[in-house]
């Protein structure tokens, strides 16, 4: 401790003059040289800001050391004490463990980690340090797999010991000690920064003030203390997206469009009488929202959400239908030529008989010219295609809606290019993704959202099971059995080739031996992301026209890709796909009247695989598998969330504070009702951050 002592007050002495900002380069700050610098950058941290905005991941209570002899079978204790003993042990073929003995003046006990045997090599006999775990019985009394912290001379001090100390998270060549000595230093030397939250909010929430939470935050007297701390830079975080993204909305609620919609029209009701089948219930409410855009002074950004096979391209017809009302255009750009040409079909199939000419445009329409040329005149009303659209030589007469499908597989570039095409084109994203809530408020806050929740009657849900190896064979003529019936199945592997690293099967060698070995005879074909495009398309054809009965693939088999005859779905080494992906390979079959099935292979190798499968099998919704795949995987490695600029969020974690924000939610709306510009004073530093955050969604 001595030296941080003299650091501070050397550095205050020298200080008469500015102290550390907050934007100072960690080099600033006494102690840290180019190297430690760099080592800390591994942590993202760059800024003093940067450190002081490195909370804690947890607490440690260490005011109270436990001596060894007063330890008892179930508390949770932390002891300071010597390794006198340490030693590996093999339990089985796979596990080991470390087996130590600790000792203090009262006595000894022993410290077990299962699975982690090489810490023998790190707590090595002599070494000192804290152990804090609780107790439980392993051949006598043990601590189970305890957090350590080793002292790193013969001297204690008072940053990490007699105090509830921070736990941080780390990298390597960076301890838990540098951390705690190089916060202290940097809330010491720091000019206090100013407080973004306006004194009424604070208080409304009992969070205390900037100054204080930041020193709540890193050395608290109490944990709960460090929490609320911690939990105020949450909410200020939360509050900031929720300003950014709703100032956002609010601006474009009040621009004036050049035209409004009608939604009344004669296509419009055309099309309502000759649909074959009575729309859902969410169906109805996307299309009323939706029309409601469209007959509003404001431009339309809306979000239709809905798990595969809902039926949104049929809620995009009447937002087509309403536009062709109006005497406007509309694009449909899907990311895939497979998906627009099926997209094609149904609009044709729908529009055609209303007298309205379809075009579908992507990168091998052979008479392109001439499509380009019928869309420039506004001879075509509506037109289908992937990205050949946002290319320069497209021109439109008069585009008055844009209809994004897949959104998330386009960038802002490109969904911003095709928008530039038109006259303040109507927008829809629409999106197979299953978001939660928590994250759709945030990531598509400045969106309107509609959710589709049911799927369209008469489907029943794809029925889910786990396949052991013993059972293969049986799988097998389940297949066989099906192609007999005329019904198809997706094969699906997790590798293109077999690799020396991975036991995962190849859809290559998988392909050759079963359609040679159990389902020979089969029609048999195989796509994989290493094909050309061409053949890909060709064998995703004929499995759509009915000419193959089993097609191998990897992932690359398309999300929105709808052939109601296919009735069953494969999924080799299941345990390999995250929650989300395997849920939308499953959504590839179950989109017709016929019961399917979707069959898990493999041994999951972890537990977290293993709840996957399991999750898999008990749920079909996939909002409840999207909640349940953010909560195993947080959100940082949410897809989407990086897309949106938002993988770093620094405090906030979107599974634990889903109160605070909702919290901050509904004070950012209350915030934007009474000043809308974010003018006042005291909202100055709110308004900073709620820029940041204004341009991720558009
Ligand atoms: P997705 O939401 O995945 O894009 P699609 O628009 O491809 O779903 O629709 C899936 C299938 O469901 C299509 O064959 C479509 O014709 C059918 N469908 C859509 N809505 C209904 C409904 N209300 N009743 C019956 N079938 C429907
Ligand atoms: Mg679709």
Redesign the pocket.
């Known amino acids: 401790m001595g030296d941080i002592t003299t650091n501070t007050a050397q550095a205050r002495s020298i200080a008469s003059g500015p102290r550390l900002s907050l934007d100072n380069p960690l080099t600033a700050l006494p102690g840290v040289a180019e190297k430690r610098a760099e080592q800390l950058r591994a942590l993202g941290l760059i800024t003093v800001r940067d450190l002081l905005q490195h909370f804690p991941r947890t607490y440690q209570d260490r005011r109270v050391l436990t001596r060894i002899a007063d330890v008892r079978e179930g508390d949770t204790i932390t002891v300071e004490a010597e390794v006198v003993k340490s030693r590996a042990i093999r339990l089985r073929r796979r596990l080991a463990m470390a087996d130590l003995t600790l000792r203090d003046e009262s006595g000894e006990i022993r410290a077990i980690w299962f699975g982690q045997d090489y810490l023998v090599r790190v707590l090595k006999p002599g070494s000192r340090g804290f152990f804090t775990g609780a107790a439980g019985a392993w051949k006598g009394l043990a601590l189970r797999n305890p957090d350590y912290e080793l002292h790193s001379g013969d001297e204690e001090d008072r940053l990490n010991s007699g105090r509830i100390v921070p736990v941080y998270r780390l990298t390597e060549g960076v301890s838990q000690r540098m951390l705690r000595r190089l916060v202290r230093t940097a809330l010491d030397l720091v000019e206090p920064p100013e407080d973004p939250l306006p004194r009424a909010l604070r208080e409304a929430h009992a969070f205390p003030a900037a100054p204080d939470a930041l020193r709540h935050a890193h050395f608290p007297d109490e944990i709960e203390s460090g929490q609320l701390a911690k939990s105020r830079f949450a909410y200020e975080e939360l509050l900031g997206i929720q300003l950014g993204v709703l100032t956002a909305r609010a601006k474009r609620h009040l621009e004036h469009k050049r035209h409004r919609h009608v939604v009344d029209g004669p296509h419009l009701q055309a099309l309502r009488a000759a649909l074959p089948?009575?729309?859902?219930q969410g169906?109805r409410s996307a299309v009323a929202d939706i029309l409601g855009d469209m007959a509003s002074h404001r431009p339309m950004v809306r979000l239709l959400q809905?798990?595969?096979?809902?039926?949104?391209?049929?809620v995009a017809l009447h937002a087509i239908a309403a536009a062709c009302d109006g005497g406007y255009q509309s694009a449909l750009m899907a990311p895939t030529e497979i998906l627009a040409e099926q997209h094609g079909i149904?609009l044709r199939e729908h529009l055609e008989p209303l007298g309205l000419n379809v075009a579908v445009l992507t990168g091998s329409t052979g008479n392109a010219k001439a499509v380009r040329a019928r869309i420039a005149s506004g001879a075509t009303s509506v037109i289908v295609g992937t990205h050949a659209l946002l290319q320069e030589s497209t021109a439109f007469h008069n585009l008055g809606l844009v209809i994004i499908?897949e959104q998330h597989r386009f960038g802002v570039v490109q969904r911003g290019a095709l928008h530039a095409k038109g006259l303040d084109p109507e927008l829809l994203h629409?999106t197979?993704t299953p978001i939660p809530r928590t994250l759709a408020i945030t990531v598509y806050g400045g969106m309107d959202l509609s959710i589709?929740e049911e799927l369209?009657?008469?489907r029943a849900p794809v029925k889910t099971r786990r396949i052991t190896p013993a059972k293969v064979p049986e799988l097998y003529a389940y297949l066989r059995r099906q192609a007999a019936a005329g019904y198809q199945t997706y094969y699906v592997c997790p590798l293109v080739e077999e690799s020396a690293a991975k036991q995962l099967t190849a859809v290559t060698t998988h392909f050759e031996e079963l359609s040679a070995g159990p389902l020979s005879g089969l029609r048999t074909a195989m796509i994989h992301g290493r094909l050309p495009s061409s053949e890909k398309d060709e064998a995703m054809h004929r499995f759509k026209r009915g000419e193959i009965d089993v097609l191998f693939s990897t992932t690359v088999i398309e999300v929105?890709i709808?052939c109601?005859n296919a009735t069953t779905m494969v999924i080799e080494d299941a345990a390999q796909f995250g929650l989300t992906q395997l849920h939308q390979l499953r959504?590839r079959v179950g989109?017709g009247p016929t019961q399917s099935y979707c069959f898990l292979l493999g041994k999951p190798a972890t537990a977290d695989g293993k709840r996957r499968l399991e999750i898999l099998c008990e749920s079909s919704s996939g909002f409840d598998i999207a909640e349940a795949d953010l909560e195993m995987r947080g959100p940082g490695e949410f897809q989407g969330l990086r897309q949106a600029g938002l993988s770093d969020l620094r405090v906030a974690d979107l599974v634990r504070d889903v109160r605070l924000l909702d919290a901050a939610r509904r004070d950012a709306q209350r915030i934007l009702e009474a000043d809308p510009s974010l003018a006042r004073p005291e909202h100055t530093l709110l308004s900073e951050a709620a820029r940041r955050y204004e341009a991720i969604n558009t």
Request: hydrophobic residues 25%.
């Open positions: 089948f009575t729309l859902t169906q809905g798990d595969v096979g809902c039926g949104k391209t049929l149904h499908d629409m197979a589709i369209p009657p008469g929105g709808d109601p959504g989109r």
